[in-house]
């Protein structure tokens, strides 16, 4: 290595005036395409990050977690119609219709935004096809009910409820976990590519400044000029330019980070909550629709409600709140809720840590109410039990289901606001490069060169 910097030395010695300002023009000029180049590609990769967050996997994400609940709440409707003789629950019908109505405008939906091939495709086909068939079933179960078939109304429900279970719920699952290791995948990589395209591009300024800088400095030493006003120009720009875009590729990557590890990873939790929380209210209307599998809905029902807030070591609301207000860890607490509440250190976006404690609060107060109703049923009060299930007064299950419910849109909401606003300002931030950086290199190109045309001019003359 040191023979070849010492050839190349006695190389550019043996060149003239003329032949070194040509070169170090040349040099400015290659510096300058090094940075247009990088800087480009660096923009660019940054933008198509932003889109995999934004566009292409998150929406898809949400859409098949409401999909997950659209499918449960329908399930939870027909149970707890078919609690009570035909006609009485309206409310429960109309329910089934809404949810019916939002999972096949999401299925279409789905569809639309297929992404990742076969990942996406074949789970959407199982729900189209396991959807008409759940719905037979449930028309089955209804048409028993009306006739007042209590054993045909169960096994209809039963084979209804095998094909939510065992083929639409996991169906939505799969659609979720493709997306969302894809995008766990691409984040990754392009939060890598990301540091790396900046590293190049800070490189190729840094060159270019520092070829600008050593001509100043030769023509200072060589030619006995201190300054050349086009050259501090073409130097100026470089700096400018190289923060500036130093600062909007951070910037980016820092709303990306925002997007993605605050604002959506608090998002999917709570979607994942809501979506179970469906499934687990179903397997409440269960338990009391179908006694021979009471205890195995009732263990579906706890294995769920787990999955949201499970407490150990003597933990309680009113603990885990004020641990919660004071950022502490809260160990013993697990579960989608408890996902959320920890990734929200500081209250970190206005309002979420009040609205994320309200929806595990409301939770809580929904577990409550159902351990009441199994105590209820195993004392012999059966239409008690429904009674209260079916509530919607405070203090009654569906209202207590209803303000989770709520707590967790709001929850939810607050964070898609902070995504939302993170993606459009990261790709703000990137925006126009393939404007602003030819005008910039191309500025520093002509100003170097007409910086250097005068003093050609003088050996040339």
């Known amino acids: 290595m ?37 800087t480009i590609s660096g923009v660019q990769g940054q933008r198509q990050a932003i889109k995999t967050l934004g566009k292409d996997s998150t929406p898809s994400i949400v859409t098949a977690q409401r999909l997950k609940d659209a499918f449960a709440g329908m399930d939870a409707n027909v149970a707890n119609e078919l609690l009570v003789p035909a006609g ?12 019916y109505q939002k999972a096949a405008e999401r299925l279409v939906a789905a ?3 297929i992404t990742y091939g076969d990942k996406e ?14 719905i037979a079933k449930v028309q089955q179960a209804r048409d028993f009910h009306q006739s007042g078939d209590t054993n045909s109304v169960l096994v209809a429900y039963r084979a209804a409820a095998e094909i939510m279970d065992k083929t639409l719920l996991p169906a939505a699952d799969e659609l979720d976990e493709a997306n969302f290791a894809e995008l766990k995948r691409s984040y990754s990589e392009e939060k890598f590519a990301s540091g790396r395209s900046l590293f190049f591009i800070v490189i190729s300024g840094v060159i270019l400044i520092v070829v600008l800088v050593g001509f100043q400095v030769f023509l200072s030493r060589r030619m006995r000029r201190t300054l050349n006003p086009y050259l501090l120009a073409a130097t100026a720009i470089a700096f400018i330019f190289l923060g500036y875009t130093t600062k909007a590729i951070l910037s980016s990557a820092n709303n990306l980070t925002l997007a993605k590890e605050r604002a959506f990873d608090s998002m999917h939790a709570l979607r994942q909550a809501r979506a179970i929380a469906y499934s687990a209210d179903a397997d409440q209307s269960r338990y009391l629709l179908d006694p021979t599998f009471a205890s195995k809905h009732e263990l579906a029902f706890m294995e769920k409600a787990s999955r949201l807030a499970k407490l150990t070591d003597g933990l309680t609301v009113e603990n885990i709140t004020a641990a919660v207000k004071q950022d502490k860890d809260v160990k013993g607490f697990t579960g989608f809720l408890a996902d959320e509440l920890v990734n929200i250190p500081g209250n970190f976006f206005p309002g979420e840590q009040e609205a994320a404690l309200a929806s595990f609060s409301t939770w809580e107060n929904y577990i409550a109410i159902d351990q009441q109703i199994r105590q209820l049923n195993q004392s012999g009060k059966l ?7 079916l509530g919607d007064k405070p203090g009654q299950s569906n209202w207590a289901i209803d303000q989770f419910k709520k707590a967790n849109q709001n929850t939810f909401d607050i964070n898609q606001a902070v995504f939302d606003k993170a993606i459009k300002q990261g790709d703000d931030d990137v925006t126009g490069f393939e404007i602003t950086t030819p005008i910039a290199v191309s500025a520093i190109a002509l100003l170097t060169l007409f910086g250097l045309l005068p003093r050609l001019k003088e050996y040339s003359s």
Request: aromatic content about 6%; overall charge positive; glycine content about 6%.
């Open 2 to 38: 040191s023979k070849i910097i010492s050839i190349s030395s006695q190389a550019i010695r043996k060149l003239n005036t003329p032949q070194l300002l040509k070169g170090g023009l040349y040099l400015t000029w290659s510096a300058t395409i090094l940075l247009l180049i990088t």
């Open 88 to 99: 009485q629950n309206t409310d429960a019908v109309k329910g089934y219709e809404e949810r």
């Open 111 to 113: 569809a639309e935004n």
């Open 121 to 134: 495709r074949k789970p959407i086909e199982s729900m189209q096809l396991g959807l008409g068939n759940y």
């Open 383 to 389: 239409q008690e039990a429904i009674a209260l299930c």
